[in-house]
């Protein structure tokens, strides 16, 4: 006679948020391997397939623990290990796909195929690290279902992560599709528990590598699990944060240097000043015309090159229109070096 389970209902809805924070940290993380190059793209595809693994690792460990046998479950723990090594390398290929700029639609189906694949062995090898003194026989068809739903779901995901990979802000578009992923990936667990059924045995049951997970185990895996999600999460958006001021720096930085070639190569006398009317850049027409290095022109010293005459009617205008912010308008004679 078969032996029927329940389910605990609390650890159920704490499997589908870890999947949902699971599915958010894979769309934010595609995005940045999207944008990532060379070594800096390997960084972020081995340490984001990490998270992920282990956000879907717990996802489907929690599920494992929420179904509830009349007996005590124990599991072997080198077969676990196997099991987050699947779902790490499933995460991988997620990651390594999305990173990709163009994929053809044979591309998405394989690389879909190979996700799934990952999922369903991490589920099943999961299955097979349970030691409890009861045989497990599998429904072929339900097994086949799960197979089919893996690869399907992990299309969807797919195609999710490549609509938003590009959005660097959070918006409702990737939180929906982080609750559409994060609602499916836990159907595949579910639909493989179904296919399950666990029959009494009098067989020895090896314990050698076992343990056993309680209370506070269950509530350690689920935060750990967040943590190390919620950590990828905003390790993600301040490396966004660092990049996108580093690209207005750099932009700064070439305009100011196209604005110097520029200057030093027209005829005319070129400089600039800052908001307090400090001068702080000449062009080499004005040392050629002037004779006087930076150190003679900076600041107010400029005023000195001009016709004694001009002096203090151009010094009157100018601190006029620094305090003012009126533009500067007016006209006066330089003294050619020498003179």
């Known amino acids: 006679m078969s032996m029927h389970g329940s389910y605990d209902l609390q650890l159920v809805a704490l499997s589908i948020l870890i999947s949902i924070v699971a599915s958010y940290a894979a769309l934010d993380l595609g995005g940045r391997v999207t944008t990532a190059r060379n070594w800096t793209r390997v960084y972020w595809v081995v340490g984001g397939a990490t998270s992920m693994g282990m956000g879907i690792w717990a996802m489907h460990y929690i599920g494992m623990l929420a179904f509830c046998l009349p007996m005590k479950v124990l599991y072997d723990l080198p077969t676990v290990a196997v099991s987050l090594l699947a779902a790490i390398g499933a995460s991988a290929i997620a990651l390594h796909t999305v990173s990709r700029e163009h994929l053809k639609g044979w591309q998405k189906a394989l690389a879909s195929l190979f996700m799934g ?16 003194p009861a045989r497990a026989h599998y429904h072929p068809t339900i097994v086949g279902a799960s197979v089919g739903l893996a690869i399907g779901i992990s299309y969807l995901a797919l195609i999710l992560s490549l609509g938003v990979r590009k959005e660097i802000e959070t918006s409702w578009r990737k939180i929906f599709s982080a609750f559409v992923m994060g609602s499916g990936i836990p159907m595949v667990h579910y639909t493989g528990m179904w296919a399950v059924t666990f029959m009494p045995s009098d067989e020895a049951v090896d314990l050698s590598h076992a343990v056993s997970i309680s209370a506070l185990g269950t509530a350690a895996i689920s935060l750990i699990s967040l943590l190390v999600l919620l950590l990828a999460i905003v390790t993600s958006f301040l490396d966004r944060l660092v990049a996108a001021q580093r690209k207005v720096v750099d932009g700064a930085h070439k305009t100011e240097d196209y604005f110097r070639t520029l200057a030093e190569t027209i005829p005319q006398i070129v400089w600039t000043a800052g908001p307090d009317g400090y001068k702080d850049f000449f062009n080499k027409r004005w040392y050629d015309y002037s004779g006087r290095g ?12 001009l016709h004694l005459e001009d002096q203090p009617y151009t010094a009157l205008r100018w601190e006029h229109s620094i305090q003012t912010g009126e533009n500067y308008e007016n006209q ?4 050619r070096a020498g003179d």
């Open 117 to 132: 694949c990952g999922i369903v062995a991490m589920h099943y090898i999961g299955m097979v690290a349970m030691r409890l």
């Open 294 to 305: 930076y150190a003679q022109s900076e600041g107010n010293q400029w005023l000195s090159v």
């Open 332 to 335: 006066y004679r330089l003294l």
